[in-house]
């Protein structure tokens, strides 16, 4: 071939090339380009007649030669040659990385986003202006029916979990239906592979409706400030995939938006099957069915509830939504003043903040507020706390705590039980029991697997009856305090204003987390006793209980009783017999009492049972009902306990006989 023929030939290329801005030998050279081949050549490679042509090389991730090429073919007349790229029959489509980026690094760094095109010289272009492009030869080169591919093997070269993914096809992608269709199927086989999927969208005025076109008119910023809506499949999915996680050990899809469990395929399929998405064949599908099936899908083993902690610890979900507000600097003044109306205000404030500058500690205490009078704020309070917590937070009534699934108390920080008043029994004080210091709960939820879920729920009920709640004489778990100070409406309004509208809860977070000292605050200490707790835990005795109680607060003045001095026989005694106790009963409580009953009483309300001691008269069991702390600690000296008893030995036959008899005539 003669110089100046080989020259015509270059030229030739030289200005296909100059379209796409590849025309400059330096770049020629870096994408390794060959001779120019002959009319002649080319007809004898391609069987294309009236052409020239360029051999275009493929090359692998490190810029290894992979032995696959194309040829551009170059027309030598206006007559149209039909097709425009030729390559070898009966080969298997490659992707074209153009050998001017480092694909090695690309292939394994996710974060780094990927434009696909059709066409070697867009991909080289946008690759030689910063844009990591490859392309595919053809809109469904992707993928092989021949080969009975349904996606080529160089696909496997990147780690497509998570990446940006940026398709960019000429103008008429929208309005080229065979086009309009190959870019569905493979935004579908990308969704598969775990990317998101963006499509950018070229104008298909002024002639630039390619991306070298448009790159080469306008340059990288413009192009970079066209639409780029992800696509439809990829955004259905990748929705999807924000809100769902399968939860392996108890098979079953938690939804993030919506806070609750599926248990079953029907119960999902129900709920997003109208979601529809295109599939890497072309044709719409359920999302949800193709989510489900997804190897990318979001999965753990399990569930958990961790506060102030991020959405995936450890391996487990993490079900908790963060705060109701943002803490905020300012006034709350007005709400402190109802909080110092409780007694002991100073420990239940430092109760209130704990959790809040601790996020998920558990208080092995549950705060009561009660107060007979309506507008003293007992609820106003857990409502600000509600507010503060946000989802975290729930209202529960006496009914909830008979409800054996305790979804109630699921993924909970704070509970407030509302004007409670029909918890007075030992049964719910069992259920309450565990509920405040449990370290988890079980959940029981239909059509789910039962599940355990630690337990950092904490309580703050409110009533307007005295004896709301069942209350043991022996409880270290509950704090009572009573709020008895009415305001007028007008200071109610403010307040209400100042949580509704003036960012109240954000202030008052803000004071909890910033301005209450919390750091001799023990949430496992047994809470201050007020006299609140007090009544509370007495209206909640059996009668003889409660007689058991006046005893112990006031043993002379009961067995006095007000008739003759009696009693004055036991003035100096601190020690005595069930039988000498029985004898003092009211009569309403002689036919329900017997020693067992009276025994039992005596030592759940603090008396110190000496087990057996040996007395001159015989062996007896005797319980100290005063002065408990100085025989708890003589608890083993037998002798101090028979010298206590015996004191009035000689009064003993006839002092028992005169309590008899006049106890009997008072009955009487």
């Known amino acids: 071939m003669t110089a100046e023929k080989q020259g015509v030939l270059l030229a030739a290329r030289r200005a296909d090339l100059d379209a796409s801005g590849l025309g400059k030998p330096g770049i020629i050279k870096k994408l390794r380009l060959t001779e120019v081949l002959s009319k002649a050549q080319t007809s004898a490679v391609t069987g294309v007649e009236d052409a020239v042509s360029y051999e275009i090389p493929y090359f692998g991730p490190r810029g290894e030669d992979i032995k696959y090429s194309r040829w551009k073919l170059i027309a030598l007349t206006d007559e149209d040659l039909g097709i425009k790229y030729y390559q070898e029959a009966k080969t298997i489509p490659r992707l074209y990385l153009p050998p001017v980026v480092d694909w090695e690094a690309i292939c394994a760094d996710t974060s780094k986003r990927i434009i696909i095109t059709e066409g070697e010289k867009k991909a080289a272009c946008a690759s030689l202006l910063g844009l990591p492009c490859l392309s595919v030869g053809g809109v469904w080169a992707w993928k092989s029916r021949g080969w009975n591919l349904k996606k080529i093997p160089d696909f496997d070269w990147f780690d497509w979990r998570g990446r940006d993914v940026e398709v960019c096809y000429d103008g008429d992608m929208y309005t080229n239906d065979d086009v309009a269709r190959a870019l569905d199927a493979l935004v579908g086989l990308l969704s598969k592979l775990g990317a998101r999927i963006f499509i950018r969208r070229l104008p298909t005025q002024d002639g630039i409706s390619k991306l070298d076109d448009f790159l080469v008119a306008r340059g990288v910023k413009p192009y970079l400030a066209l639409e780029c809506p992800e696509a439809d499949t990829s955004r259905q999915m990748s929705n999807l995939n924000e809100d769902l996680v399968y939860v392996k050990d108890i098979m079953s899809w938690f939804s993030t938006y919506e806070r609750i469990l599926y248990g079953t395929e029907t119960q999902i399929r129900r709920r997003y099957g109208d979601i529809r998405i295109m599939s890497d064949t072309g044709r719409p599908i359920a999302a949800i069915d193709e989510w489900m099936r997804w190897p990318h899908r979001r999965m753990v083993e399990r ?202 809860p954000a202030a008052f977070m803000y004071y909890l987390q910033n301005n209450v000292d919390v750091s001799r605050f023990d949430p496992e200490e047994r809470p201050p006793e007020t006299e609140d707790k007090k009544q509370m835990q007495y209206m909640g005795m059996t009668s003889l209980e409660q007689w058991v109680c006046d005893l112990m607060a006031d043993p002379v003045g009961i067995m006095e009783g007000g008739s003759n001095g009696v009693g004055k026989l036991h003035r100096e005694r601190d020690v005595f017999r069930i039988e000498q106790l029985m004898d003092f009963l009211p009569e309403n409580l002689e036919r329900e009492a017997n020693n067992v009953k009276l025994g039992k009483a005596l030592t759940k309300l603090g008396a110190i049972p000496a087990g057996v001691v040996r007395l001159s008269s015989g062996q007896a069991r005797l319980y100290a009902i005063r002065n408990l702390d100085h025989w708890r600690e003589h608890l083993t000296d037998k002798r101090k306990w028979a010298a206590n008893f015996e004191g009035l030995a000689k009064t003993k036959k006839v002092a028992a006989k005169k309590v008899t008899k006049i106890g009997r005539r008072k009955k009487g």
Not at 442 to 462: A, C, D, G, H, I
Request: charged residues 25%.
């Open 303 to 504: 569930i958990t509830y961790a506060p102030g902690e991020q959405q995936f610890v450890r391996g487990e979900l993490n079900a908790w939504p963060g705060w109701g507000v943002e803490p905020k600097r300012g006034n709350c003044s007005q709400f402190l003043d109802l909080v110092r109306s409780v007694e002991n205000w100073e420990w239940f404030l430092q109760w209130l903040a704990y959790p809040i500058q601790y996020p998920g500690a558990k208080m092995f205490t549950a705060v009561m507020i009660w107060s007979v009078e309506q507008g003293t704020g007992k609820t106003f309070i857990g409502d600000v706390m509600r507010d503060i917590y946000g989802q975290n937070a729930n209202v529960i009534t006496s009914v909830e705590l008979h409800d054996d699934s305790l979804v109630w108390a699921q993924n909970k920080q704070f509970i407030l039980g509302e004007e409670v008043s029909q918890t007075r029994s030992r049964s719910d004080a069992g259920i309450l029991k565990h509920l405040i210091t449990g370290a988890s709960v079980r959940v029981n939820e239909k059509y789910v697997k039962q599940y355990e879920l630690p337990n950092r729920s904490n309580f703050m009920f409110t009533s307007n009856q005295p004896d709301a709640i069942f209350i043991d004489p022996s409880d270290r778990r509950f704090f009572v305090g009573e709020l008895n100070k009415a305001r007028p409406q007008k200071w109610w309004r403010e307040l209400d204003r100042w949580r509704k509208k003036q960012g109240g």
